[in-house]
């Protein structure tokens, strides 16, 4: 099996059996200059290492670009991406004199998501704001960027001992908008112990109760699960496990099995049908969750300063994992390799909510992330 990634001039190419890899870059090698990086160290804009238990992933070299094009590398880092009470920041009546500035500052921060899932609620705050910023709105912009200042080399972390059962958490905060009585939703995916898809969104219209607002969550997330698990099958990744799909709100749970409330949705009729299918398919099991347990909660609100970083390490963002001291005693001395201390290690395990394990057993870099029980080959090749 043998998967290929391109973009531009840009291609990764990862698989489990080495001649036909090999067989690949021959012929491609006939086609167009190529240069053949070997292992994945860096792939548009993301840097991976390569460590003890799996992968880190990251973007700091992309984040202190953006900070040193703001003008910002000297910064104060602050704790958190938003001040608690967003209602209260001055200025939202005066417009910025430099939109241009907001705008180029808040689409670099998009990317920056794709290995940040702890920023992704903060950004969309800020770039729905793009259009027409005013001096509240670049505040927000620059605390966003004082908290990267703080957290520049987070990543995250990709364990390679770890199982295929896909959970989605779901949450959505009622018209959490004052201007328009919006309500914003989000979800984030797990496939095993590693979270691999997660959004944040205000919805384009109105929800007339917090059931309806979260039922629509629960509906984009069950969609973005039958897409996943559409893609795992034809990539040869089993799910003998059901996927779960946990909720914090009993009413729209209930919804997923009880025909008998049909009436009181009728304004979201649709997402009632597509969701219930999926039940009633046996292809989704939804759960409710408590509310302290809501992995989803940093994807609709700011938080405070604790719950916030409890959730943050949760999702897997995490510092780069310490190089180790001693290394492997079983490994080749030539190949170099980064674990984790126990402590921190014991503190993983500790915090480990609602079925999200992190079972890690030490691989190397040489032998890099299995693919179905085999192993894997990965190359970066850059065409020229």
Known sequence: M?????????????????????????????????????????????????HSEGLFLHQEKYAMDLLVAAGMADCTPM??????????????????????YFRSLAGKLQY??????????????????????????????????????????????????TDSTLRVYSD??????????????????????????????RYPTVSRSSTEAEYKTLSIAASELKWISLLLRETGVSQPITPELYCDNLSAVYLTTNPAMHNCSKSFDVDFHFVRERVALGALVVKHVPAEYQLA??????????????????LGVVLPPTPSLRGCINQDPTVQTEGISSSAFESLKASTEMGIKHITEPITKSTSISCNGNKALTIYLLFT
């Open 172 to 201: 959505s905060d009622w018209a959490n908008c004052k201007e328009t009585r919006r309500s914003v939703g989000g979800f984030c995916t797990f496939l095993g112990s590693n979270i691999i898809s997660w959004s944040a969104k």
């Open 297 to 314: 909660d940093i994807f609709k609100k700011s938080l405070p300063q604790q719950p916030y970083f409890d959730l943050r390490y949760k």
């Open 79 to 100: 704790p958190t991406p938003l001040p608690l009470q967003l209602d209260k920041v001055r200025g939202k009546e005066v417009p910025f004199t430099d939109p241009t």
């Open 112 to 161: 920056l998501t794709l290995t940040r899932p702890d920023m992704q609620f903060a950004v969309n705050l800020v770039c729905q704001k793009m259009h027409s910023p005013s001096m509240a709105d670049i505040y927000l912009l620059k605390r966003v960027m004082r908290y990267l200042k703080g957290t520049v080399s987070m990543g995250l972390n990709i364990y390679s001992d």
């Open 2 to 50: 043998m998967f290929l990634l391109l973009y531009v001039d840009d291609m990764l190419l990862t698989g489990n059996n080495l001649i036909l890899v090999s067989t690949l870059l021959a012929h491609l090698n006939k086609e167009f200059r190529m240069k053949d990086l070997r292992g994945l160290q860096y792939f548009l804009g993301i840097q991976a290492h390569y």
